[in-house]
């Protein structure tokens, strides 16, 4: 079986969120489970080209962005297990040197170009595919112009991931017509005046996977569907959910490179302590039996910043630390937490780190005691994985994957070894306050508890086995038809 993975991130080449660490997770799994895996990214400018090994010169081909025939070359290299083919577009807008993954005002422009070129290399390389497997808007636009254009590619099946529904891919009629679809080719794109990439690909897919069995009830309604509910509902018959793993071999608090400490699921809860204060240390902050609380996410409505900020001042004046590793698109947020920054500057229990930090993240998933998710929808979340995975414990809100993976310490239906955090409900300041008390309560007053959730966690398996198999399984459903 033939699968190839389409996708605008792959970890650690290109890696803006949870999308990057997906794709070098379940890739490798499949591909170490001895399936023929391949995935198309973009040869972004800013990929450190000493994390591709094998890197040889595929093919030159031009692909047609209106009347123009753009020069493009397909790199192929071989990267954390997996089979990588790497799309340098010649584009005279520089589509894809940039310097990072997305945030332009053209990017929808410049990922349906990325769209259209990947099909002239499948055409010319003329391999059958049996799943073609699209993740999120970016790849979106391959779905109709595959079914529309490139009709004479061999492709089984197309398979649609959605990482984050927010996220569609709004275009017109114009940019549509620059790859070549015609107005009577995109009727299942349209959105009144507008037209949805990833609303196409819902439609001409054969199967459509969110990344948790929960998010994959919540997208059929108004409240978490951002307008493509209706869509999903009439599809829902495609649609099903299955969980992220995290990639094992990136994130191993036994060997990560970035620790100064290394503790296992298998240490004796005293050691795995031990190693956590070691891996505070460097970080310059009260460093006694406080508790450390903190958040690594992006800082965009969905993740809660107001919620955030409520609990660094509650952290701080219950007198333990908080840090937060963090950076904003969006220039308000981005300006209001530099603000916050400044208010805390040389504060001993509290650090702001407004960047974007892999190195950082995986020491603060190490020193961590508490990690706080309080967001108003989550696909799935990777960070409470990880975390638990590093023996920290989640306050998450109960929504999409936290709600699938977060069990709460105090909920009698949930069994005892699988409780493994904090629930709140409401999105709001008081529910996440009363949730953080608990935490607190629980880690002052009663170790013994404290020490069983941060067990549970690291003794979960949160590895790519299980998701992977479900993988294979709707591969192999959607190809049987
Ligand atoms: P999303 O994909 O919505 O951003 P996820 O929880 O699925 O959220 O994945 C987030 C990933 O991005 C995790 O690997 C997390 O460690 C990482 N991450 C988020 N913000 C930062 C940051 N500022 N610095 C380093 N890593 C970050």
């Not at 996220?167 to 009144?192: M, P, R, W």
């Not at 990136?250 to 298998?266: G, R, V």
């Not at 310059?284 to 809660?304: E, M, Y």
């Not at 929504?399 to 493994?420: I, M």
């Amino acid at each position: 079986m033939r699968i190839v993975h389409i996708t605008a991130e792959f970890a650690p080449l290109a890696k803006s969120g949870g999308l990057g660490d997906v794709l070098v997770g379940l890739c490798r799994e499949l591909t170490l489970q001895g399936k023929e895996v391949e995935v198309i990214m973009p040869k972004y400018d800013f990929i450190s080209p000493h994390l591709l090994a094998h890197l040889r010169q595929e093919i030159d081909f031009t692909a047609p962005e209106w009347e123009h025939k753009i020069a493009n070359t397909m790199w192929s290299a071989e990267v954390e297990d997996c089979h990588l083919h790497l799309l340098e577009m010649r584009h005279p807008k520089n589509y894809f040197h940039r310097g990072r993954i997305y945030g332009f005002e053209d990017d929808v422009p410049r990922f349906i170009y990325f769209a259209r070129a990947i099909l002239e290399y499948l055409k010319i390389s003329s391999k059958p595919i049996d799943i073609l497997h699209l993740h999120d808007w970016h790849a979106a636009a391959l779905a109709p112009l595959l079914r529309e254009i490139y009709r004479e590619i061999p492709v089984k099946a197309i398979v649609l991931s959605i990482h984050n529904l927010e996220y569609q891919g709004q275009c017109s009629v114009h940019d549509l017509a620059a790859i070549g679809l015609q107005k009577e080719q995109i009727t299942h794109l349209q959105t009144g005046s507008h037209y949805n990439l990833l609303k196409g690909a819902i439609h001409y897919a054969d199967a459509i996977a969110a990344v948790s069995p929960t998010y994959a009830q919540e997208i059929l309604t108004p409240e978490y569907g951002f307008g493509l509910d209706e869509t999903l509902r009439k599809h829902k018959n495609k649609l099903t959910g299955i969980l992220n793993g995290i990639d094992m071999k990136l994130w191993d608090p036994s060997s990560d490179p970035a620790l100064a400490a290394h503790y296992s699921a298998s240490n004796p809860i005293p050691k795995i302590l031990a190693a956590k204060k070691t891996n505070k240390k460097r970080l310059n902050l009260k460093n006694d039996d406080a508790p450390w609380f903190g958040a690594i996410t992006r800082l965009v409505p969905q993740k809660g910043p107001k919620l955030l900020e409520a609990a660094l001042k509650e952290v701080i004046h219950q007198n333990g630390v908080f840090v937060l590793l963090g950076s904003s698109p969006i220039p308000e947020i981005q300006h209001h937490f530099e603000a916050l920054k400044k208010t805390y500057a040389d504060h001993p229990q509290v650090l702001l780190h407004l960047d974007y930090d892999e190195t950082l993240a995986h020491q603060l998933y190490a020193a961590l005691d508490f990690l706080i998710v309080p967001s108003h929808f989550e696909p799935c979340g990777l960070t409470q994985l990880i975390a638990m995975h590093y023996g920290t414990v989640p306050i998450v809100r109960s929504t999409g994957g936290l709600k699938d993976t977060v069990f709460d310490c105090d909920d009698p239906r949930a069994p005892k070894e699988k409780r493994n955090g904090f629930v709140f409900s409401e999105p709001k300041p008081e529910p996440l306050i009363a949730a953080i008390h608990r935490a607190l309560k629980n880690h002052q007053t009663n170790p013994a508890a404290h020490q069983l959730l941060i067990k549970n966690g690291m003794l979960t398996d949160f590895s790519w086995k299980k998701p992977a198999k479900e993988y294979l399984a709707l591969y192999a459903q959607v190809t049987r038809k």
